[in-house]
């Protein structure tokens, strides 16, 4: 199967060596994302107000470089540095999907940079 990259500057540019979204047939599986602005390369706020927004707007942009969106995400990874955000998460993901909602693990983290979420993304887009 031919693998393809999706890279855009909507999102922040991977720190490290890896790809930003990855389409193969029609699968796409978007990395890791954080409250980071991809204009400035900072955290939108040092909360959990705001972060979880920026993450998902992050993925949002890493999908569309592979030509899917969030509507097509089958499953969702949620970090948190603070598992104590667990209500507050939950709730942002209600706003974020319809449902029926994509499954999720949550899971507890050490993450970098201030970080309180991370967010990673499987998408399928049908006939793709």
Known sequence: MTRIEGRTKDAPTPAAPYSQSARVASLVSVAGQVGIVPETGQLVSADLGEQPGQAFSNVAAALAASG????????????????????AM??????????????????????????????????????A
């Open 90 to 127: 939950n709730a942002r993901c209600a706003e974020i999907f319809a449902a029926f909602y994509p499954t999720r693990t949550t899971v507890g983290a050490s993450l970098a940079a201030g970080a309180r979420v991370e967010v990673t993304v499987l998408a399928g887009r049908e006939g």
């Open 68 to 87: 899917a969106t969030l509507d097509d995400a089958i499953r969702v990874d949620v970090h948190l540095a603070d598992l104590g955000d667990l209500a």
